[in-house]
């Protein structure tokens, strides 16, 4: 069962985070283009990041949160991933969730769907 976050009035968007295939938190936007990463109450295992220890508050973000930003393609990957996906360059949530399967690493990245 998916833990639930409070209420989701002005989520615009919400993507579910797993770490070592381990659901760990979501990273939201909302409607005024504010982020924030919020890990799962449940969660015990690693941080995402040495930036985002594992806590209970949110990490909230007036711009893209740059550890995801990090995740993201650059270059001609990304010209192309945003042709093949019609993606907006500034879509960074969708972006984010179009290659979240195929990240290096061990953070993975599904919509909340």
């Known amino acids: 069962m998916i833990e639930s976050l409070s209420p989701t009035e002005n989520i615009e968007r919400r993507l579910l985070i797993t770490c070592h295939t381990i659901l760990c938190g979501y990273l939201t936007q909302t409607k005024s283009n504010e982020y924030s990463f919020t890990y ?6 690693p ?14 973000f007036d711009r893209f949160p740059p550890f995801f930003d990090g995740l993201l393609p ?4 990304l010209e ?8 907006d360059a500034h879509d960074y949530m969708a972006q984010l969730e179009a290659v979240g399967a195929d990240l290096v690493g061990a953070v993975t990245v599904k919509g909340d769907r």
């Open 80 to 87: 192309a991933l945003l042709r093949q996906n019609k993606i």
């Open 47 to 60: 941080p995402i990041s040495l930036t985002m220890p594992v806590r209970l508050e949110p990490y909230t």
């Open 74 to 77: 650059e270059g001609v990957q």
């Open 40 to 45: 799962l109450e449940s969660y015990r295992g």
